[in-house]
């Protein structure tokens, strides 16, 4: 079973900064790709960005409505993946979910989520 842990979610005002941390554990291989997702009431949840968790480059993956204020990096060593927020808006406030990709010993890969953490964008 892998668990992912997310943190760092809250209450900021417009034009302020938080970062978000998610941690996987578990019995698993490998990581691949870990990602950060967000969604609002009635809407689908959408990409925000991911990373690689493989090779020493860690290629990343940005949606366009955050390119420039979010930054996404990685601990791979301690399975964590974090986000940092800047230049926040309200049209940021959602639910933010970690994804991680996960390869087993078997070498199948299966998707999980984190239970989600609120961060609310508001004067």
């Known amino acids: 079973q892998v668990q992912l842990m997310e943190s760092g979610g809250g209450l900021v005002q417009p034009g302020g900064s938080l970062k978000l941390s998610c941690v996987a554990s578990?019995?698993?291989?490998?990581?691949?790709?870990m990602a950060w997702y967000r969604q609002v009431p009635g809407n689908q949840r959408d990409l925000v960005a991911r990373i690689s968790m493989r090779y020493s480059f860690g290629a990343t993956d940005y949606a366009d409505s955050v390119k420039g204020r979010f930054t996404i990096s990685r601990d791979v060593a301690k399975n964590s993946v974090f986000l940092q927020m800047n230049s926040l808006k309200p049209e940021d406030t959602a639910v933010y979910y970690c994804k991680s990709s996960v390869m087993f010993r078997d070498f199948k890969v299966d998707d999980y989520w984190g239970q989600g953490t609120q961060v609310t964008v508001s004067s």
């Open positions: 578990g019995s698993f291989r490998s990581i691949d790709v």
